[in-house]
């Protein structure tokens, strides 16, 4: 069984949804990344989200593309992001990390040696933004026969059939866009929400995350009354941005910031 398997598994037998939370690797200053990684796990994430840094994020709205900026301003690498997980599995052989980014630097480095090294470093999964399934052909089965699973995007406008393609294709949670748009942006529509995540799981059996707009912690526990996962982004790093400045005070805002989203999950139940 898979770390996110184990992970999911363990947290429906408790009746919880899983707390994903996404940093971008190297964001604000790559010395801070181990730590920040750590104390998204002290505060109660029960998995982490790195973004590799690229330079044309499309999905990503504001919050995020400043983040990828500054990483990319220390010159942040995919082979930079890797050793950060092999260093992070020092100390962690439980979280699982999943990797979110966009197809080019792995194309540049090559499926095949991309998927080795990822999975030597003890990354789990991976979410290629820009990569639809007609277009795994290279990637996925590399990623499989490292035993990582690619994650995959469904949004408000995917259809039976999209789903279903997407679903069989699929393998550690299935990753539902709950907004139109780009990630931190517009308003959370709980009943859209809630009725399209069932209309996912009546395709698999796959966990389902939920991400894109959940700001605080009242839509996290929203979230985590009709999803497995409820993924947060632009909250985090927009914390990490007010305090880049400040790395103490830096840390323990964003664990206090998730141990409060993970004690208002909790109490959704």
Not at 37 to 64: C, K, N, Q, T, Y
Not at 149 to 168: E, H, N, V
Request: glycine share 10%; with cysteine; proline share 5%.
């Amino acid at each position: 069984m898979s770390r996110l398997e184990s992970c999911f598994a363990r947290l429906a037998e408790q009746g919880r949804s899983a707390l994903v939370s996404y940093i971008t690797a190297g964001d604000p200053h790559p010395d801070h990344s181990l730590e920040l990684m750590r104390a998204l796990v002290r505060g109660g994430s029960d998995v982490i989200e790195l973004g590799v840094p690229f330079s044309d994020p499309m999905a990503d709205g504001p919050v995020i593309q400043r983040a990828v900026e500054r990483a990319l301003q220390h010159h942040v690498s995919m082979q930079d992001v890797l050793a950060l997980v092999k260093r992070f599995r020092q100390q962690d052989q439980t979280t699982p990390v999943v990797l979110m980014g966009y197809l080019n630097p792995i194309e540049v480095m090559g499926f095949a040696a991309f998927a080795s090294a990822a999975a030597a470093a003890g990354v789990d999964g991976v979410l290629t933004v820009d990569m639809p399934p007609e277009e795994s052909e290279g990637l996925v089965p590399a990623l499989r026969e490292q035993g990582l699973d690619p994650i995959y995007l469904l949004a408000p406008t995917s259809d039976a059939g999209r789903i279903q393609r997407i679903c069989a294709q699929a393998s550690g949670f299935v990753y539902y866009v709950s907004i139109k748009g780009v990630t931190g942006a517009a308003h959370l529509d709980l009943d859209g929400v809630r009725a399209k995540v069932a209309e996912i799981k009546a395709q698999t059996g796959l966990p389902v995350g939920v991400g894109f707009g959940i700001r605080d912690a009242a839509t996290a526990a929203a979230i985590a009354s009709v999803a497995d996962a409820v993924i947060v982004g632009s909250a985090i790093v927009s914390r990490i941005e007010q305090l880049a400045g400040d790395p103490q005070a830096m840390l323990a805002d964003v664990e206090g910031f998730v141990t409060g989203l993970r004690q208002a999950m909790d109490g959704a139940g």
